[in-house]
């Protein structure tokens, strides 16, 4: 004999803020760890100008400063570069390395466009995305 799930169980699949809601939770407590299992810090540094972006030369040529998690990191029409280094440990030389960066953006409004280069290639990231992963 069939069973059916009680009405109340299927309310609770209904509510798209309540899925969205789900499925960032297993996205953050279990599918992001079990991907990146081997974490290390790094430091990032950030130089923030008044206005539009400079030529990439200019800007690795800037003044950085130590930059905060959380920190942030500038008010509209403005640009931010950001710096990051760290070590890869020998556990983990000759395996594929990811750098998995989340911005922080919400979705908000237009704009909040972002661009960056780990000096070898340049790349785009987009707040639909939510983060940008540099492989090297």
């Known amino acids: 004999m069939a069973t ?13 803020s309540s899925l969205t809601q789900r499925i960032e939770r297993a996205l953050d407590e279990r599918l992001i760890p079990a991907i990146y299992r081997n974490v290390e810090p790094v430091h990032v540094e950030a130089a923030h100008l008044p206005g539009e972006p400079i030529p990439a030369g200019e800007g690795l040529a800037l003044a950085y400063t130590p930059f905060a ?4 990191w500038g008010p509209a029409w403005t640009t931010t570069w950001f ?3 760290g070590e890869v440990p020998a556990r983990m030389r000759g395996h594929r390395v990811e750098l998995l ?10 704009g ?19 983060y940008g992963i540099i492989r090297g």
């Open 69 to 72: 998690v959380g920190q942030p």
């Open 4 to 16: 059916f799930p009680h009405p109340a169980e299927l309310r609770m699949h209904r509510s798209l």
């Open 112 to 130: 909040f466009r972002s661009e960056g280069s780990n000096t070898a290639r340049w790349f785009i990231i987009d707040p639909e995305l939510s």
């Open 83 to 85: 710096r990051f280094t």
């Open 101 to 110: 960066v989340d911005l922080g953006f919400d979705n908000a409004g237009p």
